[in-house]
């Protein structure tokens, strides 16, 4: 399940993640809130909390998850990845390098569990 996360700036989206992450939550959720936002911003910032009550991914949810990353490389301007699980850091630290070999302005940061003010505070610095 993907809850969002109030308090964020204007063109940044936020989610906290409980029990297993499916592709109904990418589809009914996370996806047309993307939209939405790139129908008023050129650039989004995402924050994409795992904290203790995850529970992993369904396969057609990390295959939504690469199709919206991938589909609006350009459109990220920061992605704030929160977790404690060491294959998500990884992934993100890939992920973040695609990011920024294929877009001039677009970050991704990784942080701990217990960084998620830091995490909440980046996304929203510039603005």
């Given at each position: 399940m993907l809850e969002p996360?109030?308090?964020?700036?204007d063109n940044a989206?936020?989610?906290?993640?409980?029990?297993?992450?499916?592709?109904?939550d990418y589809e009914t959720v996370l996806i047309p809130a993307v939209e939405e936002k790139?129908?008023?911003?050129?650039?989004?910032?995402l924050l994409y909390h795992m904290g203790?009550?995850?529970d992993g991914?369904?396969?057609?949810?990390?295959?939504?998850?690469?199709?919206?990353?991938?589909?609006?490389?350009?459109?990220?301007?920061?992605i704030a990845i929160v977790s404690d699980v060491n294959w998500i850091k990884k992934a993100g630290k890939v992920f973040g390098f695609a990011?920024?070999?294929m877009s001039s302005s677009g970050h991704v940061k990784?942080?701990?569990?217990?960084?998620?003010d830091q995490a909440i505070a980046w996304i929203g610095e510039g603005e």
């Open positions: 996360i109030s308090g964020l700036p989206l936020g989610f906290t993640t409980k029990g297993k992450v499916t592709s109904e790139l129908k008023h911003h050129e650039k989004v910032s203790d009550e995850f991914f369904e396969v057609g949810a990390m295959w939504d998850d690469a199709k919206v990353g991938l589909a609006h490389i350009t459109n990220w301007e920061k990011i920024d070999t990784i942080f701990n569990n217990e960084e998620l």
